[in-house]
């Protein structure tokens, strides 16, 4: 699957989310050299791919979440 729009996507979570290229890649379990291949557009992104990115953004929104509570919990006790 290789279109503008998903290109763009995957540019924009790296560009204007604060996540690095590397990090975006060990959260979604990608190497950094396909994720960096997509993002130039060196290779076609597949449906599958997009999965494992959106995986990848999942499980990090999840530990942020946790932090968040522990950050709370903490506040909580003070």
């Given at each position: 699957?290789?279109?503008?729009?998903?290109?763009?996507l995957?540019?924009?979570?790296?560009?204007?989310?604060?996540?690095?290229q590397?990090q975006?890649?060990?959260d979604?379990?990608?190497?950094?050299?396909?994720?960096?291949?997509?993002i130039?557009?060196?290779?076609?992104?597949?449906?599958?791919?997009?999965v494992?990115?959106?995986?990848?953004?999942?499980?990090?929104?999840?530990?942020?979440r946790?932090?968040?509570a522990?950050?709370?919990?903490?506040?909580?006790?003070?």
């Open positions: 699957m290789r279109s503008a729009r998903s290109l763009g995957v540019r924009d979570i790296v560009n204007a989310r604060g996540i690095s590397a975006l890649a060990r979604a379990g990608l190497s950094y050299a396909a994720l960096h291949a997509w130039t557009g060196i290779r076609s992104l597949r449906a599958g791919s997009l494992q990115l959106a995986d990848g953004l999942e499980s990090r929104s999840d530990a942020l946790q932090l968040a522990q950050f709370r919990r903490a506040a909580e006790r003070r």
